[in-house]
């Protein structure tokens, strides 16, 4: 773009334009094809009027011929091999419906092995005799032809060749020759050239192959897509093993060069097998197969990295090319049977193109290995597994078996259609290579077209297989594939010659397309209407593009205003048509005419953030309007801005100086420059770091409001020094921080409107704090009970107030959290409790008793805040204990309790929902004293159950059988007291003995048992709590054992206990007394005996022996009756 040049500074009438052309190659000639420059008129409109084609980006069918764009003749191509990148092999056009009118016929070694391209009527031919390129007429008739042009020698060529819209491409494949076997082992350097299209005399560079690899053959052709030449390669060696094995041992590769110097795009790809093949490209993928026979032999590889996509374990593949229909990928692909000289197998198979996996596969053929490799075909060894590539057309694929069938099969299922046997011989003829087809078929008009090594050319209906003519018959047979341009086949036979058969049938293009180059307007302009001038003939369909080839305005119209655009670069693109041939639209000129538009963005506005940060690097937003075109997104900017200050203020003049010496020696590392002026000398006041880009939202050229993003802008000494030249400050102006600091102003934003309108924002100051504040809690409401951990309170409101302070920006807010524990050990997550903003007296109002942590968190007006875990860890939290509940004591204040002489001890159950803290007592059965007596003190658990004793100075002074009152005061830590005046503990003393006495048997002796002893027993002051019982025996009322007791007795009511006795010393004498026990722990005191009773019962046992017994008596006596009677 030369409209910056500035051509303010005198009068131009004339720009020259000069090159220097040079090359380290001498065999190589630097070319220019044309050159020139184009204008327009600052203020008016841009135009073109087709003096030249430097203002279009493409034509399509389209040609500038005499000042106008008129529709091309129509004539065909078939720039590569398979025809395009697909290798689908299926011409648009017609071809010869029979082999009788032969064309064209030349002597042999025109051409060769490599199949013949045709582009823009000439056909390119690489001659395998004299080791050349030809461009021939393609409409040369007859037996001889001039060549038009013959380009340099070049080595043996088995591929077809490749133009572009520039080249002509050839890659040579010598290999080692298999008829001296003294090359077996050689190297081969094959190469890649480059001859121009419109002068193949002249080659525009070459390849050769720089690997580690010191031997490379090219077999395959190559094929070109977005400005990278795909090739295959070999090592093109033969070793001994190889040949017998009929396999190639070598690794191969896939190449990838640029198109217009011919230096490698990405590394080769190394396949694990030699590859022969034609690659295939679609979808941002290329497609490559190789001779692999134990792994993968086909590839997906990324055609912008080179990168591996997927693999798949086919089977050997051999020269065939890869097609591409819909979704699949056809190839065909050997098995083997023995790995050495054996049978083989061919099938077809179809692989998804996203994965690599199988679709369905078919059997096609069986062929026996070669032995002997032809000379004429030496890389047909390897590739006897399948040389001829499928063709696919209306959901069939053709495809031509080794063996010499051809098959018609079903593309979505597999399924074969049709078969038609070209070549059957025998194993012989196989061996020697005559009876393979090698040459791939090609389809025009439903006709497919097929050549074979026999010399033949057969044309078959692809929905029937039938015959639709006589086939032809050469004078050699075919390697070379058929092609078939504007009605007429050309193919080459083994020999050289070329054969064209039929009539030329050009089919007319009708339509065509016409793309503009980018189109800007000028600075301070903006885009007013479009105007065309074209012939009444035809039609003329104008759309207007971006940048990118997406339509932004559809069918416009001569003088259609387009101001409504969203893009400062557009393209114009007309679609011209006609109806019949005898139309010859015509298009003159274009224009695009431009209006004044010299509103510069502004409005600038919600910057974020604003006034202090707390993170030194920062992502900085500002709002920004354009009234008219809507903003250019691409254009925006930012910078900071920065001063240099002197440590001593005295020598700031001097630090200027240096600083203007920088900047003047080492422009290009500063931006912009705010200079003021001393003494009549302007130093810089305020530095720029170099613009760097922003981005916008929303991300749509021409949006009227958008928000600019600068992402990671260093707003801090610290982190701008790591973007300044540092290096070149300290060595002029000394060291940093001890001679000058850096102080950095704010950032400025920097955007242009689409019309090329520039405006820059103020410098904003952002103030970076990145410290937090401190805050701390205070306690206005005392604390019932401090320890060393926590402060007690009874109350569920504490008056508290929080100290916080800021170094910097100034406190936001504080915030009060807090922990909740039942227990002081298991806590909560931290919760909000309340906003204290303003931080002052506040209350802290818990829901529960238990254990609380409270933290205040402050928050300054850059964002910085206190981590609430590092807080807590180093024990900056305040810690509280809230108990509002009274301690409990649990007892039947209904019952008074008996004590005797001795000073009591009581056992009682205290309680508190927290921690009970002290117990104390009073006792009298009067009034009551300010006197306590402790019964434990800092208990510090929520259970007491210990046994204490009452004072025994205070016991003696207990009258007997009076009822007295103990009554508690049960403190907790929250200073929660419960004195128990209500209910009191009841107690009395009772220093009487109880009395007893049994109650008289009604016999002195027992026949039975249990015996019934019953005993009445009286208290004069408390209660009888027990009686026990006590006996002792006698066998003969004379000698006793001393005495036992026997058990406590059963209450039976109206003072009475109950014993059943059960004798336990057997029948005998038994002698009792009763002791009976009083409440306040008094025991009557007995000895001797009181009564004495007799026992003469017989035991079960003994009765039912005497009764058995007595029974045997009596049966005796009557059976002895019996006896004496007789």
Known sequence: ????????????????????LTTADTSITPKIKRWGITWQKYDAYWSDNFSTDLRVDKLENLEIENNSVNITLGRANWPMFGLNLKNVRVSPGVGPKTFDELRLKTPSGVGGYSSPIIVDGVMYVVSNKYNVLYAIPANATGKIVEPLQTSSKIDFVYGSPLATDDFIIVATSNSSALKNLKSVLKDVKNKVYAFYRENISEKAWEYSYSGAESSICFSGSPVVHDGKIFLTAWSGRYKLADILSGWGESKGKLIAIDEYTGKPVWTPFELPAP???TPAVDSGMVFVGCENINGSSLFAIDEESGKLIWESEVGPIGRIAPVISDDKIIV???????????????YLAAVYKDNGTLAWDVEIGNITLSTKYPADRPFLGHLEIGSSTPVVYDNKVFVASPDGTIYAINATSGEIIWEFEVSKESIISQTFGTGIIYSSPVIADNILYVATQTGRIYALDIYTGIEICESFKADAGFISSPIVVDGILYICDNSGKIYAFGEPKIQYNMQGKMISNIIRPPVSKWWHNFYTEGSLEG???YSILDENYNVLLYDVKNGDDISSLKSNKIRLCVDISRSDVSQNPKLNSWAVSFTNETDIPGEWGNLTPQGYYNKEIVNCTIDVKDKTSGLDISSAKYAVNYSIIATNASLQPVIDALVKLIIEENPKQFGKIVNYTSFGEELPLYLYTEWAKAFCIPSINGSKTVTIIAYNVPLTSDTLRNKLPMQLFDKYLGEYGKDYIVYVNGVEFQISDLAGNVNNSATYEIQIDTKP?????TFISPPAFSDSTYKWYGVNNISLTVKAEDDKSGLSEVLLYYKYSENGVNWSDWELFANLT???????????????????IATDAAGNYEDIDEKEEKGNVSLIVVDTHKPVAYYDPEVEHWYNNSAPQIKINFTDNIALKSIEYQLSNATWESNWITVADNIGGKFYNETFQIDNSIWEEIEPGLTYYLIFKISDYGDNRNITTETPYK?????????SQIQAFKTKWHSSLPIKVTVKAMDSTSSVSKVLLYYRYSPDNKTWTEWRLYREGRYIGNYSWEWKFDAPEGNGYYEFYAVANDEAGNVEYKEGYEIVTGVNALPLTQIIIAVVLLLIAIILAVYILAVRRK
């Open 1 to 20: 773009d030369l409209s910056r040049l500035d051509l303010s500074t005198g009068e131009f009438n004339t720009l020259k334009l000069r090159a220097n």
């Open 275 to 277: 590859s022969l093949c």
């Open 332 to 346: 065909t692909y050997a098995q083997l049977s023995t790995p050495v000289i054996g049978q083989a197998t061919t």
């Open 539 to 541: 039609r003329f369909t």
């Open 773 to 777: 504040p401190v805050s701390n809690i």
């Open 838 to 856: 303003p931080y002052e007296l506040s209350s802290f109002s818990p829901v529960y008793d238990g254990f609380y942590k409270l933290c205040s």
């Open 987 to 995: 107690i009395g003393k009772d220093i009487d003995r109880p009395r």
